[in-house]
């Protein structure tokens, strides 16, 4: 495992290749979207490092940077990243996965940490991105939501949701499995604070 606070894009992108099993001739477009991902301040944290403007980001970024990578894969746009972003500083999902829980109750940390510790003590998360239709003044937006697997919500009552806000169900939804995308990247950087 490495040990540092921050890495820059090019030590990230070392990370979500070692941890794709890439091999080298495969880097190139990890690499590209890394710095893609730096030049637009999309990995939140960066710092200077040195007088070319390299940044280096915290341990969170890297993972903020492997969904990000996923979805790009997907030619998702910044627009939907940002949902992403969004999602990932929320607090209050309930119900409680067990991993969440301390002496006395429970704590939520926000979407992304909840998900990287219950990924790390054996759970099953994922990241849901779904367009939401219009409805009740809304417009259609992009909701985004990390989720342990024993709380996701179904189809029903996503349906049931829907109704109450008088729009009609989304058909749109990707979902990214959290697990297979965290394990070897909490083997080689750790938690993050």
Known sequence: MLKK???TATEIAEVLCRADDLVLEDHATTHNRLRYL?????????VSVDARGTKAFPTIAVYRAAIYAEL????????????????????GSRPF?????VEGGFVDRGGLLNAIR??????????????KMPGMGNSALLEARFEWDGAAQSKAENARIDAILGSKPGRTRVTVELAPLFLNVIAQVGMPD
């Open 118 to 131: 219950g990924v790390a003590a054996g759970e099953d998360w994922t990241l849901t991105i779904a367009q």
């Open 5 to 7: 606070d921050r890495f």
């Open 38 to 46: 730096a030049k637009r301040d999309m990995l939140p944290g960066g």
């Open 72 to 91: 790009m894969a997907l030619a998702m746009d910044t627009r939907a990243l940002e949902a992403v972003v969004t999602a990932a500083e929320l607090k």
């Open 97 to 101: 996965a067990p991993s969440q829980a």
